[in-house]
């Protein structure tokens, strides 16, 4: 089914890259310090990236949340190349790239479900990839429980991609919220 989809003004264009931004380059730089044996507290802020392109992709389309994902990745990768060690930043690059043009697509391709479909499976999967490639590129070899913190990030990952649906709901129900947005 063809979609015509509202093009971002400059203003909502630049506050999707700038959000994009800030949660990766959060992210990457928290990572970085874990909680416990099994989390970061880069699980934490991470998955508010999937929340960003959902709400582009779902008002703009999957061709504005590739801007924003393209534009918002070479912010964070600038940024994280100076505050965050080159294989953190490396492996962020990878696989925000990989995990976001899979939440896009996958967003995108059940739009028309239930209205909770799309952003819950797109998260699920994408959280997945995204915990995979990051976790096997920026810690393999490091002398620390990589695969547990990979584990426990994903959970933590999924559990607030669940969560994460209440404030989709209400942004994507509010059409003026979503018009600043």
Known sequence: MNHRFVKATRHQFMLAVLSMGVVVLASNILVQYTINDWLTW???????????????????????????????????????????????????????VCSQMLDIYVFDKLRHSRWWQAPLIATVLAACLDTAVFWSIGFTGENLPWVSLALGDLGVKLVLGIFLLLPFRLLMGRSNSLRSF
């Open 42 to 96: 880069g699980a934490i802020t991470y998955p508010f990236a999937f929340l960003v392109s959902e709400l582009v992709n779902r008002r703009f389309g999957p061709g504005e949340a590739r801007h924003v994902a393209w534009f918002g990745f070479a912010v964070a990768v600038a940024a994280s190349a100076v505050l965050a060690p080159a294989r953190i930043a490396a492996a962020s690059g990878m696989a925000f």
